[in-house]
């Protein structure tokens, strides 16, 4: 199938560095979201981050303005519809993200690809309640989308060849790795890193080191860019938080308990950068 226009649901920091790639990688790119606001957001980011580029020499202006003019915004599910492969990367939560499907079926064309960028919720089950399990699967970016190496690609129960094929095809057009995960709970890399994040959260809340001192050790000790707790507050807390839940459920084991702090400083609403406050302040 030959994909050009890319349909891509929701202008979060996930959605916005999607748009991004895509548009940068000679795609048309429909970009939707309820908020004109956060569309208006987005546009300002996609733009600085491009100008960013562009000012250290790593991609020419007018590439930029083409990019930036294949990016058309929208507040109308409609204009989503007559995309070849749709990207929904709203809030991770399932209820949002199965009202998205339903209320973009009707607008879709028969042939047209759905995908999540969901980072932990089953595809089988998304795909479900569509009336195209075979043409849906995870498209799972990692943050920050324009620097980030890996796709990972989920497929459902029911996804096809076709599908697979035509979206591995994207992952390589935008100059990014995919790796192909089955769909278990949180796939790959969300299975090791979250965890791993939240056992931080536990050496914190038994005072087994504070904020600094775990965030140094990893990073002068096993070479990570970025600590744990950092890298907690970078992804939102409600994100890790939403992913340690779906692993506790899923796999049904104790040793994926989300630590209390971390449920703690969500119900606080410091869910890190995006708040301004979470494991460190940003006031
Ligand atoms: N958008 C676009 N570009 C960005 C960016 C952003 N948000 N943040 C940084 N960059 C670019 C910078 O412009 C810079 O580009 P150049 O090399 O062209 O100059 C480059 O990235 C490096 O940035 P900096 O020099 O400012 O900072 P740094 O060297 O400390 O790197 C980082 C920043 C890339 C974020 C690095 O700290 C890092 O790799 N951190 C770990 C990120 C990570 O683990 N992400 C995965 C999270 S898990 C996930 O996403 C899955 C999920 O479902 C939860």
């Known amino acids: 199938m030959n994909i050009q226009t890319i349909g891509v649901i929701g202008a979060g920091q996930m959605g916005n560095g999607i748009a991004h790639v ?23 980011t996609i733009r600085k981050n491009m100008s960013r580029q562009v000012s250290r020499g790593k991609l020419p202006e ?10 058309r915004t929208t507040l109308e599910m409609a204009d ?5 492969l749709v990207i929904e990367a709203a809030t991770e939560r399932e209820t949002v993200k199965q009202a998205i499907f339903e209320d973009l079926q009707p607008h879709l064309k028969p042939d047209t690809i759905l995908t999540s960028n969901t980072s932990s919720i089953s595809i089988t089950r998304l795909a479900s309640r ?7 699967m995870g498209f799972h970016f990692m943050n920050p989308v324009p620097v980030m190496k890996l796709v990972e690609l989920i497929r459902g129960i029911a996804t096809d060849e076709p599908t697979y094929k035509a979206c591995l095809e994207v992952v390589e057009r935008i100059g990014k790795t995919a790796s192909s995960a089955e769909d ?18 536990y050496v914190l809340y038994e005072g087994v080191g504070n904020v600094r001192s775990i965030d140094e050790a990893m990073k002068l000790g096993a070479n ?10 970078f992804i939102g807390l409600d994100t890790c938080l939403a992913i340690m839940n779906v692993l506790h459920d ?3 084991d104790t040793k994926y308990r989300p630590c209390p702090l971390l449920t703690k400083y969500v119900e606080a609403g410091w869910l890190g950068r995006k708040t301004k406050r979470g494991f460190y302040d940003y006031r």
């Open 250 to 252: 899923g796999l049904a």
């Open 184 to 201: 278990f709970p949180a796939f790959i890399v969300n299975r090791v890193l979250v965890p791993m994040i939240n056992e931080a959260v």
């Open 22 to 44: 895509m548009s940068l990688a000679g795609y048309d790119v429909v970009m939707s979201d309820i908020s004109q606001d956060a569309l208006n957001k987005a546009m300002d």
């Open 80 to 84: 989503i519809g007559a995309s070849d």
């Open 224 to 233: 990570h860019p970025m600590g744990p707790l950092e890298l907690a507050d």
């Open 130 to 136: 569509t009336d195209r399990p075979e043409k849906f």
């Open 62 to 71: 007018e590439e930029m303005n083409g990019a930036l003019s294949r990016i």
